[in-house]
C-alpha cells in the first residue's frame, strides 16, 4: 500500500489540482536557451498544469541548488487517487543538458521517480516544460505521466518570519479549518500551537490534539494536526505578504467544480512576561 500511494504521489507533484484533470504533453516547441543551469537555480513553485491553474493544495516547491540537486516539498492529504504525503525538502538528484532537466528522486530501496522536464520557455519569474514522469521499481517501469507545467519563481522564504505568535485579525472568501478566531504559535522545529478565545474572551490553547506540525517553504505553508481519536487533518496557504509585525495568507481553492480565493490576515503578538 505504501509504494502505491508512492506511486500516485510522484504523478501528484505536478498533476494534482482539487478537482483530478487529465494530464498531456501539447506541441509547444523548444526555444534554445542558454545557460539554463544558472537559471534554474533558486526556488520555483508550482503554478498551472496544462494551462489550469493549480490550487493551493495541489502545491509543491522545487529548490535547485545547484546544477546537480533539488529538494521537493509537498503536501498531500486524501486525494482520491494519490493517497496522502507529508514531506518538507526531499532531496534530488538534478541533470541538465541543453533545454533538458531530470530529476531523479529515490523514495526508496526499490523506487526511483524520474522528472524530466524540456523547457519550453524560461524568464526571470517563470518557466514552462513538457514534462514526463516515470516511476520505477526494481528497475522496471510501473508509471509513466505526461503534461505541461509552469512554474513561478520564488524569491522570498518566510520559514524564519513567521516564528511566533499570531492572532487572525480578518478572513474573507469564506471559512475552512481556519477562522477569524484564532492564534498560532509557530515553534523553530515545525510545530506549532493552537489557541482559541472563550465564550469568557480569554485565549486558551488547545490542548485535545496529539500533534500540531507545520513547514513553510518559500512562500507555501503546510499544516497538519490531529485531534485525539480523530483522523488527521491538513491545511494549505501561500504567504502573499509578511513585513514587520503584520501578515497576509492567500489560498485557491476548489469546491464543486468552482474555484474561490481566500485571504487571512494575521498580527504578531508580543506576550508580556
Avoid at 509547444?28 to 496544462?50: C, Q, S
Avoid at 522536464?117 to 516515470?134: G, L, S, Y
Avoid at 507555501?220 to 491538513?234: A, F, H, I, S, Y
Wanted: glycine share 6%; net charge negative.
Amino acid at each position: 500500500m505504501k509504494k502505491v500511494l508512492l506511486w500516485a504521489f510522484a504523478a501528484a507533484l505536478i498533476c494534482s489540482t482539487t478537482v483530478f484533470t487529465s494530464c498531456s504533453t501539447d506541441d509547444n516547441p523548444v526555444k534554445p536557451t542558454d545557460n539554463l543551469a544558472e537559471k534554474l537555480i533558486g526556488k520555483w513553485m508550482l503554478a498551472a498544469i496544462n494551462g489550469q491553474l493549480v490550487s493551493t493544495d495541489g502545491k509543491a516547491v522545487y529548490t535547485l541548488t545547484s546544477p546537480t540537486k533539488a529538494y521537493i516539498s509537498a503536501s498531500i492529504h486524501a486525494h482520491p487517487v494519490v493517497g496522502s504525503y507529508w514531506g518538507k525538502h526531499f532531496e534530488a538528484d538534478v541533470d541538465i543538458k541543453g533545454n533538458q532537466m531530470t530529476i531523479t528522486s529515490k523514495i526508496d530501496e526499490d523506487m526511483t521517480v524520474v522528472d524530466v522536464f524540456d523547457i519550453t520557455d524560461i524568464n526571470e519569474t517563470k518557466f514552462t516544460a513538457n514534462v514526463k514522469t516515470t516511476v520505477l521499481i526494481d528497475g522496471t517501469e510501473k508509471m509513466m505521466i505526461e503534461r505541461v507545467a509552469s512554474f513561478d519563481k520564488i524569491n522570498r522564504d518566510y520559514k524564519e518570519a513567521i516564528l511566533g505568535l499570531w492572532e487572525c485579525k480578518g478572513l474573507k472568501g469564506g471559512e475552512t479549518y481556519n477562522d477569524a478566531n484564532g492564534r498560532l504559535d509557530f515553534f523553530d522545529d515545525g510545530t506549532y500551537q493552537y489557541w482559541r478565545k472563550n465564550d469568557a474572551g480569554e485565549w486558551e490553547a488547545v490542548t485535545t490534539r496529539e500533534y500540531q506540525e507545520y513547514f513553510v517553504d518559500g512562500v507555501l505553508l503546510c499544516t497538519r494536526w490531529k485531534d485525539v481519536d480523530g483522523d488527521e487533518q491538513r491545511e494549505w496557504w501561500e504567504i502573499k505578504s509578511l513585513k514587520g509585525d503584520k501578515m497576509q495568507w492567500k489560498a485557491l481553492r476548489e469546491d464543486d467544480d468552482s474555484a474561490f480565493q481566500q485571504i487571512m490576515d494575521w498580527k504578531k503578538i508580543e506576550l508580556e512576561e
